[in-house]
């Protein structure tokens, strides 16, 4: 029971950690907490590589002003561990201005020295209520 809640407690402080960079753009502690071969899909179905990532968040075209993070859950499954939240977010990119909820998973994996690191990230626009668009999801007759 105590290596379950000490590895809670790292997953927490690097989510406050992944959160803080985020928004300052500091890459230096993201270099840290992604892995060598991290891969992020974006809310748009962007695919992102570590180096894509890196360079988004240093060259400032995707400006966070708020991220609100809550209704975190944690899994753990042997040396991985699978990480649900909602965002509440506010940012400017070259294409304007963004803002809403979004639901994100981070899959963290215990690298060979002990340290947990990012290895894969996906973001979803959570949808308002309200009637259904007709470009959105449906089955087929």
Known sequence: MGQKHENRHDIDQLEDEWRDATLTANT???????????MGITASG????RDETMQG????RLHFSLLDLSDRKV?????????????NIQATTPDGR??????????YVRDAQGDWKIVSFEASRVREPGPRKQNEFHSAK
Request: aromatic fraction near 12%; proline fraction near 2%; hydrophobic fraction near 40%.
């Open 28 to 38: 230096k502690v993201m270099d840290s907490l992604l892995a060598p071969d991290y």
């Open 46 to 49: 962007t695919l992102q590589s």
């Open 57 to 60: 968040l240093s060259s400032g």
């Open 75 to 87: 899994r753990f499954y042997g040396i991985t561990a699978v990480v649900t939240s909602l965002a």
């Open 98 to 107: 963004i803002a809403g909820n979004y639901r994100y998973t981070h899959v």
